[in-house]
T-cell receptor, first 116, second 112 residues
Framework: NAGVTQTPKFRVLKTGQSMTLLCAQD?????MYWYRQDPGMGLRLIHY???????AKGEVPDGYNVSRLKKQNFLLGLESAAPSQTSVYFC???????????????FGQGTRLTVV | AQSVSQHNHHVILSEAASLELGCNYS??????LFWYVQYPGQHLQLLLK??????LVKGIKGFEAEFIKSKFSFNLRKPSVQWSDTAEYFC??????????FGKGTHLIIQP
């Protein structure tokens, strides 16, 4: 049971290049999230998904796109990378247990992205 | 809109000192509160959580937190810290499907 796995762990991009970050979870969780972590800013939500085929914008969605074609995978895309997108990206997933209980979110190991 | 405020951005303590990290939140619905820890170079791990019931919750590694509704606070405490507690600590609030809202974090350094 691997939990939440992110690929790749490190990446350096040139301005204007594109890339896709992959998040895979093997816990059959309904909800999946992409956050970015920047020094002094905490974690900020980029996009999220409440189920296969659905996505929604978070707090800082600009410059990113996402897709959830399979329940276990949540992809984060950067179409044209900018230096402002240099950050550590974390994926998380959690179960949907209804409104009476807020299930714990499990996080991946993170992807450190540098845009030069 | 929900928000979380962590008062201390950097805290330096000696081993065996007591710890209290402040967290205040703003949230309109049923509140669910969390403390996560991030050790250097690692991902976030859950320390403890509060949903309802006893406002004093105990977590892993000797940490506890108290939910005070009237003060909108959820402070993290530990009676005696160890060098291995050096990490970044995040308070978070959540209530719906749209993920957790995190505070900006507190960087805790424990000196041997």
């Amino acid at each position: 049971n691997a939990g939440v796995t992110q690929t790749p762990k490190f990446r350096v991009l040139k301005t204007g290049q594109s890339m896709t970050l992959l998040c895979a979870q093997d816990m059959n969780h309904e909800y999946m999230y992409w956050y970015r972590q920047d020094p002094g800013m905490g974690l900020r939500l980029i996009h999220y998904s409440v189920g296969e085929g659905t996505t929604a914008k978070g707090e800082v969605p600009d410059g990113y796109n996402v897709s959830r074609l399979k329940k276990q995978n949540f992809l984060l895309g950067l179409e044209s990378a900018a230096p402002s997108q240099t950050s550590v990206y974390f994926c998380a997933s959690r179960n949907n247990l209804g409104t009476a209980y807020y299930a714990e979110a499990f996080f991946g190991q993170g992807t450190r992205l540098t845009v030069v | 809109a929900q928000s979380v405020s962590q008062h201390n951005h950097h805290v330096i303590l000696s081993e065996a000192a007591s710890l209290e990290l402040g967290c205040n939140y703003s949230y309109g619905g049923t509140v669910n509160l969390f403390w996560y820890v991030q050790y250097p170079g690692q991902h976030l791990q859950l320390l403890l959580k509060y949903f309802s019931g006893d406002p004093l919750v105990k977590g892993i590694k000797g940490f506890e937190a108290e939910f005070i509704k009237s003060k909108f606070s959820f402070n993290l405490r530990k009676p005696s810290v160890q060098w291995s507690d050096t990490a970044e600590y995040f308070c978070a609030v959540g209530g719906g499907a749209d993920g957790l809202t995190f505070g900006k974090g507190t960087h805790l350094i424990i000196q041997p």
